[in-house]
């Protein structure tokens, strides 16, 4: 069984350029709005594009052929489409740019400029006589030389001794070609680098004459040297895509299955005019626009769907969490509540409105929502959670606090529970530990960063000695979006402005996915006004540094500083951390699934068995473990065993107390960890790290600490031995790679004993660890006792 690409259903290669992106948007979008955040050189994603050269004029009405073709066979698919011609005008274009929204004409020599198409990986060459019958995944799959149908023989099969045909299918991986001479023709692929496919991806119409059918399996059929005049089987399936725009547009809409966005909004957009578009196709595209960040576009497209339609619960339940991203609270109110009025959608609605009420501040109305999900369906998830949420909240609430508010310290963060990722569990307190022995309520006030900040709340933080903002990823546009900030921390600009109480924004890094559309304009006007109001201004790697100061007035950009994670330096801030007498001989693994598309792009069945051969490579050495931060960290391990036959032990930390966290990572000798976290506590705790490198943030971590070699790319070809290699070459030399962690982490905790000193200043704090230590046997105070070390059993289901 071969295990779906997250490509087909959740993210695709970014658009090369603004104007390609931009063809995807209505058309009042602007190119800062439609951008999408690219950082393939620091992730090594792979860039993918087709390319068609047209001969001429002539060409044109094949290439709409082909287009139409390629749609409606993979309607999932849709890549960038470089059309390369000889110096035609724009305009000859305006017909294909209605049937794909990604195309990029360019003026070339001929077909052989298919050899030196910039800014990508791989290119997939097609030609204006061929149609796509099916689907294209396999060859989007290939990794290495450039693949070909051999030319045929003179009675038809394909002979590989005979070179390839310059009128083929070619599958291109740049960085297999000389760059500095690329093929002048299709004859010139040095025979070891080409790869041989199989007949039915570049299949002869020439081969079937007036009366043959095509053979069942053909991808894509080719047209060349074919007669016009013929007519047959072969004929009858290409003229299927001979279709005008608006029934092109008909069938794609009708095909079942999800389609790709970008083809979605460009096909279904604008509506015709006529009667009401099915309710099933406007939900699906502001579902889209909900993705993107444009949720005042979804709220545009289901506000008029809706209008005096009671009696259609998912869209109002969109609609609702729509308008709640725009901080439009009443309004989503009134719509998830009529989404209540269907068994079938109550839990999901009432969970929406514990999550809304809980954001206000209403925590027994969040309570009460909750309770109400879980009467219509006891089993729902997140009904549950947020019910044992906010009744734990209602009973802290209820605990006294011996100090008085201006000897606390006000922090904002993410302060993750239940089953959340351990990370965001772990981080808050190594925060609190920077500033004081004492990381309990006493000292610190919470405010989530999710919460509004409204006047009560305002009140509250102006009460306090200081207020401390991070660490962990705040700058991330759509984890609990808002319409008041852009960003994590829902906090009004006005409502900012008049924060008195000196403010620190301390260790929080510029979150974007490579790839990730958003939409920059609140968010920029959102940074500025922090960075002005911040006394101090601090993220956690140089990258988050320049993205920062990329988005910021050159007066405010010397404001930013780098002040590393703390959970970078955790051994430094408690001595309990110090080099155990004994690890356990075991090796770690942890992989993120959150925005799987944007991560893997067409490459997860690749990582997956690039990481099988690493992990039995591995095993010869230590015993191999899965960490998982979260539940859905769990898929990597179920995945691993359906495809290839491996089992791995689940240490589930999300399970796990603050200190049984650590432990286990300051136990290990190794840990290969995606998740940011995965990498910083780990190697806080004097663990070293190996990074699959799936977000720019991985890859930022590494270059601070002047180890770039201790990440791999999850798009590297060679993934699994390159990884099998480095982790074996650790566990060789263990001493060794502690001390080189060590060495690197007092770089690290060199900057954060400056920033911390300048801090200090600011709050009138002593030095924490300049405090009295806690008397033997009474460690000092840190996050509540936590559930023991939880181990799933090997096997796990």
Same mark, same amino acid.
């Given at each position: 069984m071969t295990h779906p690409d997250p490509a087909t259903t959740s993210g695709s290669t970014p658009a090369a350029t603004t104007d390609s992106t931009r063809a995807a948007e209505p058309a009042s979008a602007t190119a800062t709005t439609a951008s999408a955040d690219d950082r393939r050189a620091v992730t090594g994603k792979r860039r993918i594009a087709f390319a068609v050269h047209v001969a001429g004029a002539d060409d044109l009405p094949g290439l709409h052929t082909l287009l139409r073709s390629l749609a409606l066979t993979n309607p999932a698919l849709c890549e960038d489409l470089v059309v390369l011609h000889p110096g035609l005008p724009d305009t000859a274009f305006d017909a294909a740019r209605r049937l794909h929204p990604r195309l990029l004409p360019r003026p070339a020599a001929g077909r052989h400029d298919v050899f030196r198409v910039d800014g990508y990986d791989t290119v997939v060459a097609l030609t204006p006589a061929m149609v796509v019958l099916g689907r294209l995944d396999a060859l989007l799959r290939l990794r290495t030389g450039v693949a070909a149908v051999p030319r045929p023989e003179p009675d038809g099969p394909p002979d590989p001794r005979g070179g390839v045909p310059d009128d083929g299918l070619l599958v291109i991986q740049r960085q297999d070609l000389d760059h500095a001479v690329p093929p002048a023709v299709a004859q010139d692929i040095p025979e070891s680098r080409l790869v041989p496919l199989d007949s039915r991806y570049d299949f002869r119409a020439l081969r079937l004459g007036d009366d043959l059918a095509v053979?069942?399996?053909?991808?894509?059929?080719?047209? /060349?040297?074919?007669?016009?005049?013929? $007519? *047959?089987?072969?004929?009858?399936?290409?003229?299927?895509?001979?279709?005008?725009?608006?029934?092109?547009?008909? /069938?794609?809409?009708?095909?079942?299955? $999800? *389609?790709?966005?970008d083809l979605l909004l460009h096909l279904a957009l604008p509506f015709p005019s006529g009667p009401r578009p099915p309710i099933d196709l406007v939900r699906q595209l502001a579902e889209i626009h909900r993705g993107r960040g444009h949720h005042d576009r979804a709220v545009a497209l289901l506000g008029e769907a809706v209008a005096g339609r009671p009696d259609l619960p998912r869209c109002h339940e969109t609609l609702g969490v729509c308008l709640m991203a725009l901080s439009r609270y009443e309004e989503a109110e009134t719509h998830l509540l009529l989404a209540t009025a269907s068994p079938d959608f109550a839990p999901r609605a009432f969970g929406q409105l514990a999550r809304l009420a809980w954001l206000l501040g209403r925590t027994e109305d969040a309570r009460g929502y909750a309770l109400a999900g879980l009467e219509t369906d006891p089993t729902d998830a997140n009904c549950r959670a947020w019910y044992a949420r906010t009744s734990e909240m209602t009973a802290a609430e209820r605990e006294p606090v011996s100090t008085r508010p201006g000897e606390q310290l006000a922090h904002v963060a993410l302060f993750a529970d239940g089953e959340e990722n351990a990370g965001d569990k772990v981080l808050p307190e190594a925060v609190r530990s920077c500033f004081t022995a004492d990381t309990g309520p006493d000292r610190w006030h919470q405010q989530h960063a999710h919460l509004l900040v409204d006047e009560a709340a305002l009140e509250r933080l102006n009460a306090r000695r200081a207020v401390i903002v991070g660490g962990g990823g705040l700058f991330l546009p759509d984890t609990a979006p808002n319409g008041n900030s852009g960003w994590q921390w829902n906090i009004p600009d006005d409502v900012l402005a008049r924060i008195t109480a000196p403010l620190a924004v301390f260790a929080v890094g510029y979150n974007v996915f490579d790839g990730q559309r958003y939409r920059r304009e609140r968010f920029a006007a959102s940074l500025r006004a922090l960075v002005e109001r911040s006394a101090f201004f601090g993220l956690r790697n140089h990258g988050s540094v320049a993205r920062v100061r990329e988005l910021l007035p050159e007066s405010l950009r010397e404001k930013v500083r780098y002040q590393p994670c703390p959970t970078t330096v955790a051994r430094h801030l408690d001595p309990r951390l110090a080099e155990p007498a004994e690890r356990e001989d075991t090796v770690l693994v942890n992989c993120a699934y959150d925005r799987a598309g944007l991560r893997f792009g067409h490459d997860y069945s690749h990582f997956l068995a690039e990481m099988a051969a690493a992990i039995r490579a591995v095993s010869a050495s230590a015993e191999v473990r899965y960490a998982a931060h979260m539940p859905a960290d769990e898929r990597f391990v179920d995945d691993l065993r359906r495809e290839h036959g491996l089992t791995l032990p689940v240490d589930p930390l999300y399970l796990l107390s603050n200190d049984a966290i650590r432990d286990l990572y300051r136990r290990t000798r190794l840990v290969i960890g995606m998740r940011g976290h995965a990498g910083m506590i780990p190697f806080g705790c004097g663990t070293p790290v190996i990074s699959l490198v799936s977000h720019p943030k991985l890859a930022y971590f590494l270059a601070d600490i002047d180890r770039p070699d201790w990440g791999v790319s999850v798009h590297e070809r060679a993934l699994g031995a390159r990884l099998a290699e480095r982790a074996r070459a650790v566990l060789a030399d263990h001493p060794a790679a502690v001390a080189d962690v060590h060495d690197r982490q007092g770089l690290l905790w060199s900057v954060t004993q400056d920033n911390l000193a300048r801090l200090r200043e600011l709050t009138g704090l002593p030095d924490p660890l300049g405090e009295p230590a806690a008397p033997p046997g009474l460690p000092a105070p840190r996050s509540a006792a936590g559930r023991d070390h939880v181990t799933r059993p090997r096997g796990r289901a």
């Amino acid at each position: 069984m071969t295990h779906p690409d997250p490509a087909t259903t959740s993210g695709s290669t970014p658009a090369a350029t603004t104007d390609s992106t931009r063809a995807a948007e209505p058309a009042s979008a602007t190119a800062t709005t439609a951008s999408a955040d690219d950082r393939r050189a620091v992730t090594g994603k792979r860039r993918i594009a087709f390319a068609v050269h047209v001969a001429g004029a002539d060409d044109l009405p094949g290439l709409h052929t082909l287009l139409r073709s390629l749609a409606l066979t993979n309607p999932a698919l849709c890549e960038d489409l470089v059309v390369l011609h000889p110096g035609l005008p724009d305009t000859a274009f305006d017909a294909a740019r209605r049937l794909h929204p990604r195309l990029l004409p360019r003026p070339a020599a001929g077909r052989h400029d298919v050899f030196r198409v910039d800014g990508y990986d791989t290119v997939v060459a097609l030609t204006p006589a061929m149609v796509v019958l099916g689907r294209l995944d396999a060859l989007l799959r290939l990794r290495t030389g450039v693949a070909a149908v051999p030319r045929p023989e003179p009675d038809g099969p394909p002979d590989p001794r005979g070179g390839v045909p310059d009128d083929g299918l070619l599958v291109i991986q740049r960085q297999d070609l000389d760059h500095a001479v690329p093929p002048a023709v299709a004859q010139d692929i040095p025979e070891s680098r080409l790869v041989p496919l199989d007949s039915r991806y570049d299949f002869r119409a020439l081969r079937l004459g007036d009366d043959l059918a095509v053979p069942e399996g053909v991808v894509v059929l080719n047209f /060349a040297d074919v007669p016009t005049s013929c $007519t *047959g089987p072969a004929h009858a399936d290409r003229a299927r895509f001979d279709l005008d725009d608006q029934a092109f547009r008909a /069938a794609y809409l009708a095909l079942p299955g $999800t *389609g790709h966005p970008d083809l979605l909004l460009h096909l279904a957009l604008p509506f015709p005019s006529g009667p009401r578009p099915p309710i099933d196709l406007v939900r699906q595209l502001a579902e889209i626009h909900r993705g993107r960040g444009h949720h005042d576009r979804a709220v545009a497209l289901l506000g008029e769907a809706v209008a005096g339609r009671p009696d259609l619960p998912r869209c109002h339940e969109t609609l609702g969490v729509c308008l709640m991203a725009l901080s439009r609270y009443e309004e989503a109110e009134t719509h998830l509540l009529l989404a209540t009025a269907s068994p079938d959608f109550a839990p999901r609605a009432f969970g929406q409105l514990a999550r809304l009420a809980w954001l206000l501040g209403r925590t027994e109305d969040a309570r009460g929502y909750a309770l109400a999900g879980l009467e219509t369906d006891p089993t729902d998830a997140n009904c549950r959670a947020w019910y044992a949420r906010t009744s734990e909240m209602t009973a802290a609430e209820r605990e006294p606090v011996s100090t008085r508010p201006g000897e606390q310290l006000a922090h904002v963060a993410l302060f993750a529970d239940g089953e959340e990722n351990a990370g965001d569990k772990v981080l808050p307190e190594a925060v609190r530990s920077c500033f004081t022995a004492d990381t309990g309520p006493d000292r610190w006030h919470q405010q989530h960063a999710h919460l509004l900040v409204d006047e009560a709340a305002l009140e509250r933080l102006n009460a306090r000695r200081a207020v401390i903002v991070g660490g962990g990823g705040l700058f991330l546009p759509d984890t609990a979006p808002n319409g008041n900030s852009g960003w994590q921390w829902n906090i009004p600009d006005d409502v900012l402005a008049r924060i008195t109480a000196p403010l620190a924004v301390f260790a929080v890094g510029y979150n974007v996915f490579d790839g990730q559309r958003y939409r920059r304009e609140r968010f920029a006007a959102s940074l500025r006004a922090l960075v002005e109001r911040s006394a101090f201004f601090g993220l956690r790697n140089h990258g988050s540094v320049a993205r920062v100061r990329e988005l910021l007035p050159e007066s405010l950009r010397e404001k930013v500083r780098y002040q590393p994670c703390p959970t970078t330096v955790a051994r430094h801030l408690d001595p309990r951390l110090a080099e155990p007498a004994e690890r356990e001989d075991t090796v770690l693994v942890n992989c993120a699934y959150d925005r799987a598309g944007l991560r893997f792009g067409h490459d997860y069945s690749h990582f997956l068995a690039e990481m099988a051969a690493a992990i039995r490579a591995v095993s010869a050495s230590a015993e191999v473990r899965y960490a998982a931060h979260m539940p859905a960290d769990e898929r990597f391990v179920d995945d691993l065993r359906r495809e290839h036959g491996l089992t791995l032990p689940v240490d589930p930390l999300y399970l796990l107390s603050n200190d049984a966290i650590r432990d286990l990572y300051r136990r290990t000798r190794l840990v290969i960890g995606m998740r940011g976290h995965a990498g910083m506590i780990p190697f806080g705790c004097g663990t070293p790290v190996i990074s699959l490198v799936s977000h720019p943030k991985l890859a930022y971590f590494l270059a601070d600490i002047d180890r770039p070699d201790w990440g791999v790319s999850v798009h590297e070809r060679a993934l699994g031995a390159r990884l099998a290699e480095r982790a074996r070459a650790v566990l060789a030399d263990h001493p060794a790679a502690v001390a080189d962690v060590h060495d690197r982490q007092g770089l690290l905790w060199s900057v954060t004993q400056d920033n911390l000193a300048r801090l200090r200043e600011l709050t009138g704090l002593p030095d924490p660890l300049g405090e009295p230590a806690a008397p033997p046997g009474l460690p000092a105070p840190r996050s509540a006792a936590g559930r023991d070390h939880v181990t799933r059993p090997r096997g796990r289901a």
